[in-house]
């Protein structure tokens, strides 16, 4: 029988010295993490532990959650001890299962390969363990619950494949809907708000009186920055009436987006470059762009979009001057004069990419992506935007911190919310 609803608390344990040395990125953890929350299961520890028994014991002993999710360590080599580990932990023996090695056979023989002892062995598993499928692998999942002495109610402990697309599709099909089930976890509702536009800090400022009064509603909002962007995720916990909260969580989203509409160009998984390019698709226009210092960038997540070919017609890579020159039809003159990372420049580069391209927009970048390059008047980081359309060329000068990379990143972004500002102004 279903147990009350409660909150429920989960540790993560990922398995690997693999993990431990940066050999591999531990994406695991933060994807689990993302999906228990969606779950209304609240993790509250990540531990990553190296290929040895002795710690894995120990880290197992340690969880005090209501559930501890393990990934990793169960494929046939000598370095995959997990499932001996949770074997000693629990006590008992390891118990072949037929139905597991007949899975394992079958998925052999899909793909031509031969069998040999060490695949077999993932066939045998702790006794006391219900078996989870994995439709994607042949290291099967491995659910146990144990109540100790002392504990009030059963701890469950779920063991995983660490492939990430094994793990996920194990998650998503049988661990979720089982813990679900057998927790009863309260509701969890989010709304996330995606800005561009303004940095983490003085977007904070900015709404600080309105997310002030949001804990008397019960409702908590979370910063979560990319390079360009920020997410801003209201969440609200429903131990019963979860319409009653998503009603509360809607009207702050839309408090929200009457405070700051200049900023907000989305929704959930809402990307930038879907958005304008549905701006460019809806209003029958097209885009070209002009880009030195991000290299091709723009045009990157511009195509990044299935169906971009509608309102996209190219770009020039003008990283040279001469190019900017030759190509886009900027005075040398100006070049000389001026300097490339210039507001002349830049606004002539988009109105050659434009009249190059035959386009009824176009965006043009010029800056100093670094390491190197910057002067005092042009230090590392500066970049100028221009986007030429319809109604003229407007042009902006930003000064982004972090590496190259980073600049890059934040430049591209930045041109594509110029944009956006423009296509909103030009519809009205």
């Not at 004069?337 to 580069?349: F, I, Q």
Request: aromatic residues 4%; hydrophobic residues 40%.
């Amino acid at each position: 029988m279903p147990r009350e609803v409660r909150e429920v608390t989960a540790t993560i344990i990922c398995i690997g010295d693999e993990l431990l040395i940066g050999q591999t990125i531990n994406t695991n953890a933060s994807w689990i993490g993302e999906r228990l929350s969606l779950h209304g299961i609240r993790p509250v520890e990540v531990r990553a532990v190296g290929d040895e028994l002795d710690i894995m014991l120990r880290v197992l002993a340690e969880a005090t959650t209501d559930v501890v999710l393990i990934t990793g360590g169960l494929g046939p080599t000598k370095d995959d001890i997990t499932t001996h580990a949770l074997c000693r932990f629990f006590g008992g023996r390891l118990v072949r299962h037929p139905e597991v090695e007949a899975r394992i056979e079958a998925m052999f023989q899909r793909l031509g390969r031969t069998l040999s002892d060490l695949d077999r062995s993932q066939a045998a598993l702790p006794e006391g363990c219900t078996v989870i499928p994995n439709l994607k692998g042949t290291a099967s999942g491995m659910w146990f619950e144990r109540q100790w002495e002392g504990m009030s109610a059963p701890r469950v402990y779920v063991s995983m494949p660490g492939v990430p697309y094994e793990m996920m599709a194990m998650m998503e099909a049988e661990v979720l809907p089982r813990l679900c089930a057998t927790f009863r976890p309260p509701t969890i509702v989010h709304r996330t708000l995606v800005t561009s536009g303004m940095a983490e800090s003085r977007l904070a400022e900015r709404i600080a009186p309105w997310e002030d009064g949001l804990s008397a509603d019960g409702i908590r909002l979370a910063y979560l920055p990319s390079p360009g962007m920020v997410k801003l995720r209201l969440s609200a916990y429903a131990a019963r009436d979860a319409a009653e909260v998503r009603q509360r969580v809607d009207l702050k989203a839309r408090e929200l987006q009457a405070l700051i509409p200049d900023l907000i160009f989305g929704e959930g998984t809402d990307r930038l470059e879907e958005v304008v390019g549905d701006m460019l698709r809806k209003a029958g226009q097209t885009l070209g762009l002009a880009e030195s210092c991000t290299g091709g960038r723009l045009s990157h997540l511009i195509t990044s979009v299935p169906g971009s070919s509608a309102y996209y017609r190219g770009g020039v890579v003008c990283y040279a001057n001469a190019v900017k020159v030759e190509l886009l039809g900027v005075p040398a003159d100006v070049l000389e004069r001026e300097g490339a990372v210039s507001r002349p420049v830049v606004e002539r580069m988009a109105a050659g990419a434009g009249k190059t391209l035959h386009t009824d927009w176009s965006v043009a970048l010029s800056g100093v992506a670094g390491p190197d390059g910057g002067t005092p008047e042009t230090p590392v980081g500066t970049v100028w935007m221009a986007v030429a359309g319809p109604n003229g060329v407007r042009s902006t000068r930003s000064i982004f911190p972090g590496d190259r990379d980073l600049v890059i990143q934040r430049s591209a972004v930045a041109a594509l919310n110029l944009l956006r500002k423009r296509l909103l102004e030009a519809r009205g």
